[in-house]
């Protein structure tokens, strides 16, 4: 066996060795004077080791050489604290630092001409309301040195600093919420508390005859001097309800007789926090809506007046379940309402629609699916019109309350849950006593009322005739909508249009059925003369870029006014199913005049 020697070395080599070789750099480092155990020849021997020395070597040569720095003069010596991010910059602490923020550092240059670097850190007992306090401005003057610092980096804070100041200008000096500063204008006033000047000291007005040192009473003292005097069921009295908020529509659809009034109950969601006490987190999670949440019992008039918000309970109750803890717990409820008086709710009451009409009270609710159907008849689905169309309010309502009040909007903490209730019924009272209402009976509301009834009761003839004869299934020869393939179409004007769909939603909704049959500035619809007055028209489904409705329009030809339409049905889906997309029908309608 053959053993190697290292030339540089001298240690014996096992394995295979490394080759020194003419013209490389290996070779000119070795021949630049290093100690050699063995003449350099070609093909000579060496180890490992030496071969990793030789080669941080050549990456050293390989390195740029760095020439010596150039005195940089764009400098600026000023007071500045040291640069720290483990250590208080105000006592030195090393725990329950946090970093100073831009606002913080500014208002110490401006004032001490003291500079803080980015990310100095400091302990939060030492700034309030983002300004150091007297005795930590005492303590930072003593460790201020003199710093030199580039001008770079000093206009890099310095933008910092009035990029901060542009988004949130010290307009308010500490504290920030000091009402009675003059600075504060009305505009401020309505973006910290929904209210305008006035109003905030009309409320004011109550509670500052009993108002102490301590803030946390303000809570109790607006419960106790300014909430019963708009919110609750004994805040007002029957004749004020009849003379100033009882609508029309809503006393004809009901069939109230002379001081009889329509109520809407309903309950609202106010979403809180997931609770590391179990048991509150299984009672407080609803299944409907999939989070964690709260719901009151919201009552109100016809025209969105809160009557009063009870009945704080868990998110897995019902409404019904709400009701008939209401009526356990307290007879104010009960006692608030007389008989031949009307409650309208929605389908959630339906297990509490006995025990509401032992009160004597007449419950109007949207009707229920019958056992063994899947759609609605004609007369329930215009019955459940009915309840609809004086509903809508409540849930306006609750739309009202927490786009006012964010806080109860947002996640709610837990920690506010014992005084929520209180909250709430500042909150409603507030909306009573301040803002407008949300209906007011318009002309023409009795006579829409009186059409309503007059409609719910009348089966739909065009459906049954589609059915039977089987129009549906039949061969359609589609051609493009045009004045001319309907020049016989009744004539309707804008009135005529809300007759037939009795409100103005269909109105708001026609643009964006439109803009989907939009092509080239073209509005192109499909329809097929399916007989002598009677066309099929096909129309886009404002979900499904792939389903489309079938709509059936019967008619007088060359009639004036809605009478000449006398009757439509919008069928929906593969099968012979009917529903009533009054939508649908009025884009159509509108083209069509």
């Known amino acids: 066996m053959v053993v190697f020697t290292c030339i540089v070395c001298g240690r014996e080599l096992n394995g295979k060795p490394y080759r020194l070789h003419r013209n490389t750099e290996v070779w000119d480092i070795l021949d630049q004077g290093m100690d050699l155990m063995h003449p350099m020849v070609e093909n000579a021997p060496y180890c490992n080791c030496c071969y990793e020395k030789l080669r941080r070597r050549i990456r050293a040569r390989q390195r740029p050489i760095q020439q010596d720095p150039v005195p940089n003069n764009d400098e600026l010596a000023i007071g500045a604290i040291p640069t720290s991010q ?56 003593e460790r201020c040195v003199i710093k030199t610092i580039k001008h770079s980096d000093m206009l890099s804070r310095v933008q ?83 003379e100033n908020h009882r609508t029309q529509l809503s006393t004809t659809l009901c ?9 809407i109950a309903d ?26 949440l709260v719901k009151p019992m919201i009552t109100c008039m016809p025209d969105g007046y809160i009557i009063a918000a009870k009945g704080l309970c868990h998110g897995r109750n019902n409404d019904a379940s709400i009701i008939k803890y209401m009526l ?92 929520l209730l209180q909250i709430l019924h500042v909150a409603c009272a507030i909306l009573n006593c301040f803002f407008v209402p949300l209906e007011r009976d318009k002309d023409g509301d009795l006579e829409l009322a009186n059409m309503m009834k007059e409609r719910a009761g009348l089966a739909n003839l065009l459906q049954e005739r589609v059915e039977r004869e089987r129009y549906r299934l039949q061969r359609a020869v589609w051609t493009d909508l045009t004045s ?31 803009a989907i049959h939009t092509s080239n500035n073209e509005y192109k619809l499909q329809v097929h003369r399916q007989d002598a007055g009677l066309i099929h028209v096909k129309i886009e489904s404002r979900f499904r870029a792939n389903k489309v409705h079938h709509l059936w329009i019967d008619y007088w030809p060359n009639q004036i006014g809605y009478g000449g339409i006398r009757g439509t049905i919008v069928s929906c889906g ?7 997309n009054t939508n649908v029908r009025y884009g159509v309608l509108r083209f069509m005049n």
């Not at 009135?495 to 026609?510: E, F, P, V």
């Open 574 to 580: 593969n099968f012979p199913r009917f529903s009533y």
């Open 255 to 263: 069939d109230l007789l002379e001081g009889g009034i329509a109520f």
């Open 328 to 419: 356990d717990e307290s007879s104010e409820f009960s006692d608030f309402f007389q008989e031949n008086d009307a409650l309208i709710v929605d389908r959630g009451f339906q297990d509490c629609v006995a025990l509401l009409e032992e009160l004597g009270l007449n419950v109007h609710m949207p009707c229920l699916m019958r056992p063994g159907t899947t759609q609605f008849s004609s007369e329930d689905a215009n019955l459940s019109r009915l309840v609809t169309k004086m509903r809508w309010v409540i849930e306006s309502v609750n739309g009202r309350l927490k786009n006012r009040f964010k806080f109860l909007r947002n996640r709610i903490p837990n920690l506010y849950l014992n005084s």
């Open 484 to 514: 001319e393939e309907i020049a016989d179409f009744p004539v309707l004007s804008e009135n005529d249009l809300r007759s037939i769909t009795l409100g103005i939603y269909q109105i708001k909704q026609t643009r964006s059925y439109v």
């Open 86 to 141: 483990q250590l208080c910059c105000v006592c030195g602490k090393t725990t329950g630092r946090r970093v100073i923020s831009t606002v913080t550092a500014a208002v110490v240059w401006a004032e001490k001409n003291i500079y803080i670097p980015t990310n100095n850190r400091t302990c939060a007992e030492h700034v309030s309301n983002d300004v150091f306090t007297p005795y930590a401005l005492d303590l930072l003057m």
């Open 160 to 242: 910092d600093f009035l990029k901060t100041y542009i988004k949130s200008p010290p307009r308010i000096s500490s504290p920030p919420l000091d009402f009675d500063s003059p600075l504060l204008t009305n505009s401020d006033y309505e973006c910290y508390t929904s209210l305008t000047k006035e109003q905030f000291d009309f409320i004011l007005s109550f509670i500052s005859p009993y108002m102490r040192d301590s803030q946390n009473r303000v809570l109790d003292l607006l419960t106790e001097h300014y909430v019963p005097r708009y919110h609750g069921f004994g805040h007002i009295t029957r004749q004020e309800l009849i």
């Open 267 to 292: 309950g609202a969601y106010l979403e809180c926090e997931s609770s590391s006490n179990y048991a509150v987190q299984r009672d407080t999670y609803s299944g409907q809506k999939h989070y964690n």
